[in-house]
């Protein structure tokens, strides 16, 4: 999942693309990205949104 989200948000790559590197369906990943987000936002709910930024998103996440 960590790897998802980097080659999504770091490196920019879309869906198909991320799913053909990964020799996996294109809703393969729209579904994993689905479930990273809803973890992502149970996890934003225990901490405050002023001054948020993704490099602290990526490390409540990795943390985690």
Request: charged share 35%.
């Amino acid at each position: 999942q960590k790897d998802t989200i980097i080659k999504k948000f770091y490196r920019g790559m879309t869906n198909v693309d991320i799913a053909a590197e990964e020799g996996v369906s294109e809703a393969a990943i729209r579904n994993r990205l689905s479930k990273i987000y809803a973890t992502l936002k149970r996890k934003f709910k225990k901490v405050p949104f002023e001054g948020v930024r993704f490099p602290l998103i990526f490390r409540l996440w990795t943390e985690g």
